[in-house]
T-cell receptor
Framework: NAGVTQTPKFQVLKTGQSMTLQCAQDMNHNSMYWYRQDPGMGLRLIYY???????DKGEVPNGYNVSRLNKREFSLRLESAAPSQTSVYFC???????????????FGEGSRLTVL | SQQGEEDPQALSIQEGENATMNCSYKTSINNLQWYRQNSGRGLVHLILIRSNEREKHSGRLRVTLDTSKKSSSLLITASRAADTASYFC??????????FGKGTTLSVSS
């Protein structure tokens, strides 16, 4: 039972390079999320997908793009990486609780990105 | 943006003592959730309390919610060294994603 799987776990980029963080969940959840975690800032929402075929911006979407490839997969792309995007990125998914979408989040183990 | 704010930022206690963390938020919510994060790991859900509930228990965890004060507290009783982690509250409005606070770092020494 894998839950939420993120790849890669670690990545070092140079400024201006691009990369895609991959996320997959095997729990048949409708909603998926990308957060970034920085020291002293807690978790901040980048983008989310409430259901397959939809995506919405969160608190800090600038410099990122996302793709909800299918129900299982939700990728986060950095088109031109900047040092300010050095962070730990977490993908999460959520099912439905009583049909009201208020269930708990299940998190991946994180992807640690350094931009030089 | 709506965000829970935990207090204190850091807490150090001895094994066997109780740990209390507080969370304040800004706007009306559907529910409030608490999560735990061990160092270098992803977050794990601990407990969810709905806006029409005032108190909830799960093992050694007790959560209260005061919607009039827009605040919640998480009590961990009889703390263990293994409880050392960061704890986050997260608030959920209808139809939106969860918004997290900055967390409380708990250190339990033996």
């Amino acid at each position: 039972n894998a839950g939420v799987t993120q790849t890669p776990k670690f990545q070092v980029l140079k400024t201006g390079q691009s990369m895609t963080l991959q996320c997959a969940q095997d729990m048949n959840h409708n909603s998926m999320y990308w957060y970034r975690q920085d020291p002293g800032m807690g978790l901040r929402l980048i983008y989310y997908s409430a259901s397959e075929g939809t995506t919405d911006k969160g608190e800090v979407p600038n410099g990122y793009n996302v793709s909800r490839l299918n129900k299982r997969e939700f990728s986060l792309r950095l088109e031109s990486a900047a040092p300010s995007q050095t962070s730990v990125y977490f993908c999460a998914s959520r099912g439905l609780a009583g049909g009201r979408g208020t269930g708990e989040l299940f998190f991946g183990e994180g992807s640690r990105l350094t931009v030089l | 943006s709506q965000q829970g704010e935990e207090d204190p930022q850091a807490l150090s206690i001895q094994e066997g003592e109780n740990a209390t963390m507080n969370c304040s938020y800004k706007t009306s919510i559907n529910n409030l959730q608490w999560y735990r994060q061990n160092s270098g790991r992803g977050l794990v859900h601990l407990i969810l309390i709905r806006s029409n509930e005032r108190e909830k228990h799960s093992g050694r965890l007790r959560v209260t919610l005061d919607t009039s004060k827009k605040s919640s507290s998480l009590l961990i009783t009889a703390s263990r060294a293994a409880d050392t982690a960061s704890y986050f509250c997260a608030t959920n409005q209808a139809g939106t994603a969860l918004i997290f606070g900055k967390g409380t770092t708990l250190s339990v020494s033996s």
